[in-house]
């Protein structure tokens, strides 16, 4: 009888690959056709309506009812016109995935679809089912949602979808938007101040986003035919094959043609939403991929990147198959990032870290770029903290990804230009054309996009025009990091007015006192910054003797949240409370506790409900060979030798399964969430985890393959 691997591999056979056409031949006719974005709004609301709207994006006023009622009303006949039946606010809640909540527009008391402003800017779902650190008990169910105008309101489905804060009955914060808003919020009132050092017309700073998302594809059949990859979203057990990714031929190749068609339909869903992918391809892993956006307000973007993953789970289903967001899904292949392409740009069209010719803009460039790498060195740990998941954890230092340790790649001509400006010491001159060669200033390069080399192996690289923070994972909600990033470098550009004001205050010319501040900070930070191998050990042992920290699991990176600066850095700017801080702190150690605790289960029912037997049955094959072999006459060493092998490795196999699960009865005794988090990292995983999969590999390397009975590695990502 067929096992459920055989099954999968016959229904994979069966598959035919069915064209995906567009719309129409041009990308412009359906762009944001799903998508209630200023256009529609310019359209279908009075003047005065719309621009309350605008200011309520732009300037954060508050929208009042009437306002909101014939915004609803436009909305509402909008969605209607396009066959939607319901609405819902959507949110991102602690879970790490989207939440929704539908209701009809229809109401029957009346006979007729309604939709009124109080529905379109405040829900109530309940805050107690939802992660919420012990901010909520159950029995105080209370929370709401509130409509953030910034993000547009979209179509998804049949489904009017309204984008949301999520906080609770007491005002803190259950979501990832809502810390978000409040950290761009600071970055861009600390980064007008430093701005207006240079050019008074900025009166606002945009923080922008572009969000590569990396991902596998597998057949949906081998997917469900493997329980560790349906409940933990990766691999525990699979021998390595033959061929994995050393022929790199897989980067940038020909794109499989069933994948092809699956990212066609997912882009078309995309740019109906208005999320703008633009680029497409294969990434280093068999069966792996990635699609970037465009460069958008980092609101939106964040918010695009949550929606895309959910519009790329739900159209793999149309072509039956399985996309994978988790960061290590299959063991000795490059994991999948999220890497996010962070800048901010002026309402003058100026991208501050795009350096130029002009050297006051230079000056201006350095300030912030000096700024932002010192904000890394002083908050290293908490950007850590930021990208810890247990996912991420098999992912940093491993292929092509950046390891724990967080530094800054800059480039060598940025470094020669940082060496000269901390070598000249401090200057003081008068005024006069000479000013910036006397500083060093103008002896800055034009970096453009293509000659500004790049580092994979770096966690935080300088890349042109942008900072690439490549440390994400690919499954996390990128709000979070963006949340730490942006309030770090908020800090900083308010340190730094702060210091050059009062050197100016003090008699001191601002390009010269500019100009002492970055030295002073350039001499501090140099310790993060990193130009050579970030995956070497030579660098692991440098890292060490600068004081870096590499702290290379969740349950310790985490402590960083709630250290004494990171708490008032975060009250300072009234982006969280300590008891929200704490309460994050909780569910993330409780979701690093659940993730490592679901791994290890499945590990331990995948070995005795199906390895083990399996082994067993080719046990008993092995040893009616020998006899036969013995009664004939014939040498059976070579049996009996693979019977010893296959027998070491059941007895290995049942024996540490076994103590796994004796040793996890009694972690889970452990009440304190930090202390049980570490001892499921060190007692379950660290103890356990590689010892259980090497007999497991060995024994899937050792019996017929007729009798394996999980899908294998070579199978699920080469056959499609």
């Not at 919420?132 to 993000?151: H, K, L, M």
């Not at 942006?486 to 010269?512: C, R, S, Y």
């Not at 076994?658 to 570490?678: C, G, Y």
Request: one cysteine or more; aromatic letters at 10%.
């Amino acid at each position: 009888m067929p096992n459920q691997r055989h099954r999968a591999l016959q229904a994979l056979t069966n598959r035919t690959t069915e064209r995906v056409f567009p719309p129409t031949d041009k990308i412009s006719d359906y762009f944001g056709e799903d998508v209630f974005n200023m256009n529609r709004m310019k359209e279908s609301l009075a003047p005065d309506t719309f621009k309350k709207v605008k200011d309520a994006i732009s300037k954060g006023k508050k929208i009042d009812v009437d306002t909101a009622n014939e915004i609803a009303s436009a909305v509402k006949t909008w969605a209607i016109s396009k066959g939607t039946t319901h609405y819902t606010h959507w949110f991102q809640p602690l879970t790490g995935s989207t939440a929704e909540k539908h209701d009809s527009f229809f109401d029957a008391s009346k006979g007729l679809e309604t939709f009124k402003g109080s529905a379109l800017i405040q829900q109530e779902p309940d805050a107690s089912s939802f992660p919420n650190g012990g901010i909520r008990s159950t029995f105080e169910a209370r929370g709401y949602t509130a409509w953030d105008p910034s993000s547009p309101i979209f179509i998804w489905g049949r489904t009017l979808c309204i984008p949301t804060i999520f906080v609770s009955y007491t005002g803190e914060a259950l979501d990832y938007k809502a810390p978000l808003l409040k950290a761009v919020e600071a970055v861009d009132k600390a980064a007008v101040k430093v701005c207006q050092l240079f050019d008074r017309n900025v009166s606002k700073v945009n923080a922008s986003l572009g969000c590569e998302q990396e991902y596998f594809v597998v057949d949906k059949a081998m997917f469900n035919s493997r329980p560790d990859l349906v409940m933990s979203g990766r691999t525990v057990y699979g021998h390595n094959p033959a061929r994995g990714q050393q022929l790199d031929d897989h980067y940038f190749g020909s794109i499989p043609s069933r994948v092809y068609n699956y990212m066609k339909d997912f882009e078309i869903e995309a740019l109906k939403l208005g999320i703008p992918v633009m680029t497409r391809h294969n990434e280093v892993a068999p069966s792996q991929f990635e699609v970037a956006p465009l460069f958008e307000d980092i609101n939106v973007a964040t918010d695009h990147n949550s929606l895309l993953m959910d519009v790329m789970k739900r159209v793999a289903d149309r072509h039956e198959l399985k996309v994978i967001f988790h960061e290590k899904p299959f063991a000795g292949l490059n994991g999948s990032g999220k890497h996010n392409n962070w800048s901010l740009i002026t309402n003058t069209g100026v991208n501050l870290f795009q350096p130029s010719s002009s050297a006051r803009e230079n000056l201006q460039f350095l300030v912030f770029f000096v700024s932002t790498i010192r904000a890394i060195y002083k908050n290293a740990d908490l950007l850590r903290a930021s990208i810890a998941s247990a996912g991420n954890d098999h992912r940093l230092g491993a292929n092509e990804a950046p390891p724990a340790i967080m530094s800054v790649f800059i480039g060598s001509e940025l470094t020669a230009v940082l060496d000269e400006l901390e070598s000249n010491g401090n200057i003081k001159v008068d005024k006069g054309d000479n000013m910036y060669m006397k500083l060093g200033i103008d002896k800055i390069p034009e970096i453009i996009l293509d000659n500004t080399d790049r580092n994979r192996t770096s966690p935080f690289a300088f890349t042109g025009n942008k900072f690439e923070f490549r440390a994400v994972g690919s499954d996390q909600n990128t709000a979070g990091p963006m949340t730490v990033l942006n309030l770090i470098v908020a800090e900083q550009l308010k340190d730094f007015h702060a210091q050059v004001t009062k050197a100016m205050e003090n008699g001191e010319d601002k390009k010269v006192a500019i100009a002492n501040v970055l030295r002073e900070y350039i001499k501090e930070s140099k310790s993060i910054r990193f130009e050579g191998d970030g995956y070497s050990q030579e660098w692991v042992d440098e890292a060490e003797k600068r004081g870096l920290s590499n702290v290379k699991n969740t349950a310790r990176a985490l402590d960083a949240y709630l250290s004494e600066r990171s708490v008032k850095l975060f009250e300072n700017f009234g982006v969280m409370s300590q008891i929200e801080l704490e309460a994050r702190n909780e569910i993330r150690l409780e979701n690093y506790i659940m993730k490592i605790q679901i791994e290890a289960r499945v590990m331990g029912e995948m070995a005795l409900n199906q390895i083990i037997p399996a082994a067993m049955k080719y046990q008993n094959k092995l040893i009616e060979n020998a006899k036969g072999l013995k009664d004939f006459g014939v040498d059976n060493s070579h049996t009996i030798d693979t019977l010893e092998r296959v027998s070491r490795n059941i007895a290995s196999l049942k024996e540490n399964v076994s103590a796994m699960i004796e040793e996890r009865k009694q972690v889970n005794l452990i009440e304190d969430s930090r202390e049980k988090a570490i001892a499921y990292c060190d007692r379950i995983k660290e103890k356990y985890f590689d010892e259980i999969r090497y007999a497991a590999d060995q024994l899937e390397l050792n019996i017929d393959d007729e009798d394996w009975p999980l899908s294998k590695y070579r199978e699920m990502l080469f056959l499609r």
